[in-house]
């Protein structure tokens, strides 16, 4: 597509509850990132995918966090027993190539909420 | 939409004059650094990038200036509009790496 794409673009859950939360990069984009962002903080890194592979998952807060990529395009990021600290929005980034000169593209991101 | 940073740093500046966003960054290997602009409800979006090969870069009515022996860069707003009013962010990354890391973000609001 022409740009990142999240869905759904709000999500309000029942603590307990879990959410899977999708992002559909721009096409061709081999780099996909996922970051996190709290109120009154910074971008907090996720996890990184390189085509369906995530060499990189050292952000992820805990367990119940996991996501997956699938035929190097859409990204599922998916929160099991959803906490209230997880209320944050979540932001999904692609890359042409990962590293220097080479920006993210970020989406609108979803917000969640956990009430 | 709810505004994100709600106890970022804000710099208030009237309409029509210029801005100054700061960003000190912490990697002195870094050698590529981006400005992102991210208005409220939505993800942020790229303004401008520079190398460490430069000092200086320009753009529409923008400007990053990048001083690397104490590892600050700045993004110069000229004539500052009502539009303008968003997050700052800057990035960095150095070769080899993958990852950016992000500054915590500055708020510009215009006053009218």
């Known amino acids: 597509g022409a740009g990142v794409s999240q869905s759904p673009s709000n999500k309000v859950t029942e603590k307990g509850k879990d959410v899977e939360l999708r992002c559909d990069p721009i096409?061709?984009?081999?780099?996909l990132y996922w970051y996190r962002q709290s109120l009154g903080q910074g971008l907090e890194f996720l996890i990184y995918?390189?085509?369906?592979?995530?060499?990189?998952k050292s952000g992820l807060p805990s367990d119940r966090f996991s996501a997956e990529r699938t035929g190097g395009s859409v990204s599922t990021l998916t929160i099991q027993r959803t906490q209230q600290e997880d209320s944050a929005v979540y932001l999904c980034?692609?890359?042409?190539?990962?590293?220097?000169?080479?920006?993210?593209?970020f989406g609108s991101g979803t917000r969640l909420t956990v009430v | 939409g709810e505004s994100v940073g709600l106890h970022l740093p804000t710099l208030s500046v009237q309409e029509g004059d210029n801005s100054i966003i700061n960003c000190a960054y912490s990697?002195?290997?870094?050698?590529?650094f981006i400005w992102y602009k991210q208005e409220s409800g939505k993800g942020p979006q790229f303004i401008i990038d520079?190398?460490?090969?430069?000092d200086k870069r320009q753009g529409q009515r923008v400007t990053v200036l990048l001083n690397k022996t104490v590892k600050h860069l700045s993004l110069q707003i000229a004539a500052t509009q009502p539009g303008d009013s968003a997050v700052y962010f800057c990035?960095?990354?150095?070769?080899?790496?993958?990852?950016?890391?992000f500054g915590t973000g500055t708020r510009l609001k215009v006053l009218a």
């Open positions: 980034a692609s890359s042409d190539r990962a590293g220097t000169g080479f920006g993210y593209t």
């Open positions: 990035a960095e990354i150095h070769s080899g790496t993958y990852k950016y890391i």
């Open positions: 096409s061709g984009h081999t780099a």
């Open positions: 990697n002195s290997a870094s050698d590529y």
């Open positions: 995918f390189q085509g369906n592979s995530a060499p990189d």
């Open positions: 520079i190398r460490s090969n430069m």
